[in-house]
């Protein structure tokens, strides 16, 4: 049974660094594997992604230049590290997973995203 679990959230204050990482198991491979996030009261956003195809990686403009997803295929892992994280940063976080080659649209609306996990929490005082 696919499985995602993420791991690595905590409080940290304004500035500082995280990094999270995301647990696959169940399957050897997926094609596609990305980060969103969910603030309170505010609906689900996406952070980024990255396509075993190339190694393709794509941003959210409002983590662009301080957040960085990378994947270990061999560990079957995806790290998200997160620099210079502000207040508005904090949300509860998404490892998220499909099997196969997904359009982008698919990747940033989530719709395409097939496995989902129960996330971690990351919060950023000020």
């Known amino acids: 049974q696919e499985q995602l679990v993420e791991s690595g959230g905590g409080l940290v204050q304004a500035g500082g660094s995280l990094r999270l990482s995301c647990a696959a198991s169940?399957?050897?491979?997926?094609?596609?594997m990305g980060w969103f996030r969910q603030a309170p009261g505010k609906e689900r956003e996406f952070v980024g992604y990255?396509?075993?195809?190339?190694?393709?990686?794509s941003y959210a403009d409002s983590i662009k230049g301080r957040f960085t997803i990378s994947r270990d295929n061999a560990k079957n892992m995806v790290y998200l590290q997160m620099n210079r994280l502000k207040p508005e940063d904090t949300a509860v976080y998404y490892c998220?997973?499909?099997?196969?080659?997904?359009?982008?649209?698919?990747?940033?609306?989530?719709?395409?995203?097939?496995?989902w996990g129960k996330g971690t929490l990351v919060t950023v005082s000020s």
């Open positions: 998220a997973a499909a099997r196969f080659s997904l359009k982008m649209a698919q990747v940033v609306t989530g719709d395409g995203m097939e496995y």
């Open positions: 169940g399957r050897t491979f997926y094609s596609v």
């Open positions: 990255t396509n075993s195809i190339g190694g393709e990686t």
